[in-house]
Structures are given as C-alpha cells and as structure tokens.
C-alpha cells in the first residue's frame, strides 16, 4: 500500500524519539498501533461489504434471467397446451382440425387404395426344382 522500507521506519523512529521523547514514546507507539489495527479492520469490513453487494448484484442478475427463462418456457407450454387442447376439442366435436396445407381432392367415386396386409409367412424363394409338388421336394 505505501511503499515504506526499514530505512524510512528507522527515521521516522529517530525523528519520534527526539520530538516524543523517551517517556512518552511507548504510550504514542502503542495509540498508534491500536489506531493502525482499527484502519485496517475498517478497510477489511469495507471491502468485505462491497464484495457482497457485488456478488448480490450477480445473484440478482442471475435471478432475473433464469425467471425470464421459465417465463418463456411457461408461455411456450401454454401455448402448445391450448393447440392441442382446441385440437381435441375439435376432434370430439366432430369438426375437421384447421389444416396448413389445402387437402387432396378425392373424386366421391373413387374408391381407396387397397393395401395388402403383411404376410405373417415367411416369403417363398424361388428355387430351379420349383416345377416340382410340395410333397416330392427334399
């Protein structure tokens, strides 16, 4: 903090030996110590309470932001929640749900695409004895 070596406390001492004098050096020496440990217990408990309203102001900013998060999540789940809430709604009313794209047209004639089921069997293999009835093949 100051820059003092033992060469200028050794003055300073000198030059308070001959003004103070010899009796009254002790008690001056010892006020000066006791004034010294208050200057710097006061500057600790400065530093100490600037530190925590530092690390106050980052919890609050952090505070702040992890509520603005949950916010935006709340309103984004609300929002999907009412979509499908509408949707069901919809679809338990009978009414046909809000489309993006225009349906396909589908003449009232015509029937659907017939679809084959999936064979539970497995698929024959073609094989060169396959002229052959089922019972003679080995």
Request: cysteine-free; hydrophobic content about 35%; proline content about 9%.
């Amino acid at each position: 903090m100051f820059d003092i070596g033992f060469s200028e406390l050794v003055v300073i001492g000198v030059v308070a030996l001959i003004v103070i004098g010899p009796e009254r050096l002790p008690r001056v020496a010892r006020t000066i110590g006791i004034l010294a440990g208050r200057l710097q217990r006061y500057v600790a408990d400065v530093k100490a309470d600037i530190n925590r309203e530092v690390e106050l102001d980052e919890l609050r900013k952090m505070r702040d932001s992890v509520q603005q998060a949950a916010t935006d999540i709340k309103s984004s789940f609300d929002a999907e929640v009412s979509k499908t809430e509408d949707g069901l709604n919809r679809a338990i009313e009978g009414k046909p749900e809000k489309e993006t794209e225009p349906p396909e047209t589908i003449a009232p004639d015509a029937k659907p695409p017939e679809t084959n089921p999936p064979s539970t069997e497995p698929a024959a293999l073609p094989s060169a004895d396959a002229s052959k009835p089922a019972e003679t093949r080995t």
